[in-house]
């Protein structure tokens, strides 16, 4: 649910959690969390001990107006000027926090689409492997899921299947392939009505990448030649 944008500030916060593709409870989170680091970095640098009680400290934002402040249990301890400088400072946590959240959302949409077919476009070649727009994300095809002998080229249009998420050196990675048995078995489904609906299913697969596919298909209706389907 968006925050009521009736400051500036408010509809910063706004605009972020739309762009960004993740709840305003994230943004509101983020901020909460960044004015506290602003908070204790602000009493630093007047020369201030750090309370020790810092850690029962909350921050908490008014909804309506965007206002932070930081509180003691039910006590207002905010400083004067304080929301200025808690903006300054909590604009780099901010952004993390939100581009933590939006890859988070990423892969969440990407996990439920793992053993589907897309289409996607050739994006750029990095050593060996291809990464391809898959829409919101860019999927790794890997040299292990490549076609023998398939020559891509960037801005070309592919059918892929997402293999799965895994953990790569940048983080976690959608992994495509255009060798996956699956592959072909998606592809039929999309062209084929009877396997769509169920009348024929695809028993088994045998790929050759590149150069030959057998498949075993059974109908599950009289009169339905899986074969001529």
């Given at each position: 649910?968006?925050i009521q ?193 169920g009348t ?30």
């Amino acid at each position: 649910m968006a925050i009521q944008a009736r400051t500036e500030f408010a509809a910063a916060l706004n605009q972020l959690a739309s762009e960004k593709g993740v709840d305003p409870s994230v943004v509101i989170e983020a901020v909460e969390q960044a004015a506290l680091a602003a908070y204790r970095k602000d009493l630093s640098l007047r020369g201030d001990e750090i309370p020790e009680d810092f850690d029962t400290l909350t921050a908490k934002i008014d909804p309506v107006t965007g206002e932070i402040f930081i509180m003691r249990g039910e006590e207002n301890v905010t400083p004067p000027g304080f929301a200025r400088i808690a903006a300054q400072t909590a604009k780099q946590v901010i952004m993390q926090r939100l581009n933590e959240a939006e890859k988070g959302a990423i892969l969440e949409e990407y996990e439920k689409k793992v053993g589907t077919i897309m289409s996607g476009v050739v994006q750029r070649q990095e050593g060996s492997a291809f990464f391809v727009d898959i829409g919101r994300a860019e999927g790794i095809l890997p040299p292990s899921e490549q076609v023998r002998d398939e020559y891509l080229h960037p801005t070309q249009r592919i059918k892929i299947y997402i293999k799965e998420i895994r953990e790569g050196r940048r983080g976690p990675e959608v992994v495509v392939s255009r060798s996956d048995a699956n592959l072909v078995k998606g592809l039929f489904a999309m062209e084929v009505p009877e396997i769509a609906s169920g009348t024929v299913t695809v028993r088994d697969i045998a790929r050759e990448a590149g150069s030959r596919t057998k498949i075993s298909a059974i109908s599950t209706a009289d009169g339905v030649d899986p074969v001529g389907s």
